[in-house]
């Protein structure tokens, strides 16, 4: 059985997959709209860290903000006074 579910997963992301690409036209980008003005593109260094460095930056500045303002304290479990301990119960 889940080998007949995950052939079929499979057959329906591989279809999704082909009509998406067949259905975009690329040949399109090419023609420039009225009012199109282009800037200067942006080099590997620059993609990599607008991409790539900054939102890991982001990332750790996020979790560093939370664990610095973090008030909780760690939590511990008390035994209840009801529950009575191995020592008493045996004796």
Same mark, same amino acid.
């Given at each position: ?10 057959? !329906?992301?591989?279809?999704?997959? @082909?009509?998406?690409? &067949?259905?975009?036209?690329? =040949? ?5 709209? +009225? ?12 993609? !990599?860290?607008?991409?790539?460095? @900054?939102?890991?930056? &982001?990332?750790?500045?996020? =979790? ?5 303002? +973090? ?21």
């Amino acid at each position: 059985m889940d080998k007949k579910n995950a052939l079929r997963a499979g057959a !329906l992301a591989a279809g999704t997959t @082909l009509m998406m690409l &067949l259905m975009s036209s690329p =040949a399109l980008a090419l023609t420039r709209d +009225d009012g199109d003005d282009p800037g200067p593109g942006l080099s590997v260094i620059q993609t !990599l860290g607008l991409y790539v460095l @900054l939102p890991i930056a &982001l990332f750790v500045v996020i =979790a560093g903000l939370v664990m610095a303002l +973090d008030k909780s304290k760690i939590r511990t479990i008390k035994p209840s006074s009801n529950v009575k301990s191995e020592a008493k119960a045996k004796a």
